[in-house]
C-alpha cells in the first residue's frame, strides 16, 4: 500500500471519528450509530463530501444537523472543505431505525410501566387551579436538568395546557415510524397537546380521548432514557388522574396548594386519591407562601401554614410520611418567566423563588426509586 493510501485511510478514518462525535438533535444519538451517514467521499486536495439521511423529509433540524456535521467534519486536519447533502431514508431504513431504538418492544408498551424502569416518574398534582402547579413544574424540571439529570415533560393538562410556553418551546413534534420525537427546551423534552392544536384551539374530549391521548404520550413518544418524567396533571382528581394510575402504577404525586384554607382542603382530597390509586406521595410543594417586602419582612397574602397542613393530613391519611417539600415564595420573576420561556431557575436563580425550586429539585434528584412493582430480587429457600 502506498503512502498517499495510508494517508487517505487516516484522513477517512478521523472524519469518520469526528462524525460519530455528531448526535442527532433529536434522538440524541450519535449519527452513525443511527445510520443517517450513508456515504462519505474524499477528494485528493481534502474536499469532504458527506451524504446524511435524515429521519423524515421535513426534519425541522435539518440545519442544525448539517451545521454540526460540517463543524465536526471541519476541524480534522487535512480536510480543505466540507460539504454536506441530504437525504431521507427509506421506510425500511425507518424501521430498522425504531428497532435499534425500541428493541422488539411493542410500540404501543409504556417503558415507564415495565418493572425494571429506572425513570422516577413525578405527578404534579393539585387540587384546584391557580395554585402554579404548572410553574412548579417546569422549574423543578429545569432545576433537575441543570443537575445533569435527563428530564421529560409530560403536559397531562388537556383542556389548560400552557407547559409549552412556559418552557418556550417553538418546534413541533416529528414523527419518524411509529414513535413521535418530542421537542426539547433548557436541557428538557417536553410533548403537550397544543403541539398539535391549530393556534389556540380548545380541546373538547370526553373521558376514552382524554385517556388514549395520555396512553400515547406515554408510549409513542420517543422519550429516550429519563431519569425523571414530570407530569403536569390537570386539577381535580378526574380521569387522568385515574388513567396515570392506571397506566403508570409506580408513579408517585407531589401535591402543590397554597397556604390558602380554600386550597389547602382541595389538595388534601388531591391526594387522598392515592389511598384509592395505591399510589406513594413524595411530598407537598407550597406555592405563593408570601411575598417579601423591600424592608426584609413578609407579606402572607394567602395565609400561612397551609402546605405544612396539608403534609400532616396527607400523613394522618396515608399512614406514611409525607413531607412538606418547600415553600415558594410570590416573585414577578417567575410569572414573567412563565411569559417568556425562560424558567426563574435560569434567569434567577439566586432569587428567594430560584433557591426554595433548587432545593426541592435537590430532595428529588437524591432520592431512590420507589420499589413499587419492582421485582425485589429475593429467593425462596427451599423447606
Given at each position: 500500500m502506498s503512502i498517499q493510501n495510508v494517508a487517505a485511510d487516516d484522513l477517512q478514518a478521523a472524519i469518520s471519528a469526528a462524525l460519530a462525535g455528531v448526535q442527532d438533535p433529536e434522538i440524541h444519538r450519535p449519527i452513525t450509530e443511527?445510520?443517517?451517514?450513508?456515504?462519505?467521499?474524499v477528494a485528493p486536495d481534502g474536499a469532504t463530501r458527506v451524504r446524511v439521511l435524515l429521519t423524515v423529509a421535513g426534519c425541522p433540524m435539518r440545519d442544525k444537523l448539517t451545521t454540526d456535521v460540517t463543524a465536526a467534519v471541519s476541524a480534522v486536519p487535512g480536510v480543505s472543505s466540507v460539504a454536506v447533502e441530504l437525504g431521507v431514508m427509506s421506510d425500511a431504513q425507518r424501521t430498522e431505525l425504531r428497532t435499534k431504538l425500541r428493541g422488539d418492544n411493542p410500540v404501543n408498551e409504556i417503558p415507564f410501566a415495565k418493572?425494571?424502569?429506572?425513570?422516577?416518574?413525578?405527578?404534579?398534582?393539585?387540587?384546584?387551579?391557580?395554585?402554579?402547579?404548572?410553574?412548579v413544574t417546569v422549574n423543578l424540571a429545569v432545576a433537575l436538568a441543570r443537575r445533569g439529570l435527563q428530564v421529560g415533560v409530560l403536559d397531562a393538562d388537556i383542556y389548560g395546557f400552557s407547559v409549552p410556553r412556559?418552557?418556550?418551546?417553538?418546534?413541533?413534534?416529528?414523527?419518524?415510524?411509529k414513535m413521535i420525537m418530542p421537542p426539547q427546551a433548557h436541557g428538557v423534552k417536553v410533548i403537550s397537546i397544543g403541539m398539535f392544536t391549530p393556534g389556540n384551539t380548545a380541546v373538547v374530549w370526553r373521558g376514552p380521548m382524554l385517556h388514549r391521548?395520555?396512553?400515547?404520550?406515554?408510549?409513542?413518544?420517543?422519550?429516550?432514557?429519563?431519569?425523571?418524567?414530570?407530569?403536569?396533571?390537570?386539577?381535580?382528581?378526574?380521569?387522568?388522574?385515574?388513567?396515570?394510575?392506571?397506566?403508570?402504577p409506580s408513579a408517585e404525586l407531589l401535591v402543590v396548594t397554597t397556604?390558602?384554607?380554600?386550597?389547602?382542603e382541595v389538595a388534601e382530597r388531591a391526594g387522598s386519591i392515592a389511598l384509592q390509586t395505591?399510589?406513594?406521595?413524595?411530598?407537598?410543594v407550597e406555592n405563593m407562601?408570601?411575598?417579601?417586602?423591600?424592608?426584609?419582612?413578609r407579606m402572607e397574602l394567602f395565609g400561612a401554614g397551609g402546605g405544612q397542613a396539608v403534609a400532616d393530613s396527607l400523613s394522618a391519611s396515608?399512614?406514611?410520611?409525607?413531607?412538606?417539600?418547600?415553600?415558594?415564595?410570590?416573585?414577578?420573576?417567575?410569572?414573567?418567566?412563565?411569559?417568556?420561556?425562560?424558567?426563574?431557575?435560569?434567569?434567577?436563580?439566586?432569587?428567594p423563588a430560584g433557591r426554595a425550586f433548587d432545593a426541592i429539585a435537590d430532595t428529588l434528584a437524591a432520592r431512590q426509586r420507589s420499589l413499587v412493582g419492582r421485582p425485589l430480587g429475593l429467593s425462596v429457600a427451599a423447606r
Open positions: 443511527l445510520g443517517m451517514v450513508e456515504q462519505v467521499s418493572p425494571g424502569s429506572p425513570t422516577r416518574v413525578y405527578a404534579v398534582a393539585s387540587g384546584k387551579g391557580g395554585v402554579g402547579k404548572s410553574s412556559m418552557l418556550g418551546v417553538t418546534g413541533k413534534p416529528t414523527q419518524v415510524e391521548a395520555l396512553q400515547q404520550f406515554l408510549s409513542d413518544v420517543y422519550w429516550g432514557e429519563l431519569d425523571v418524567l414530570l407530569m403536569d396533571l390537570p386539577p381535580g382528581t378526574g380521569d387522568i388522574a385515574i388513567s396515570l394510575a392506571q397506566l403508570v397556604p390558602q384554607l380554600a386550597a389547602r395505591h399510589q406513594q406521595i413524595i411530598g407537598v407562601s408570601w411575598l417579601e417586602l423591600p424592608d426584609g419582612s396515608t399512614g406514611t410520611r409525607v413531607g412538606l417539600l418547600g415553600q415558594v415564595p410570590i416573585e414577578v420573576a417567575i410569572r414573567e418567566g412563565g411569559d417568556n420561556g425562560t424558567p426563574l431557575v435560569l434567569s434567577q436563580p439566586d432569587s
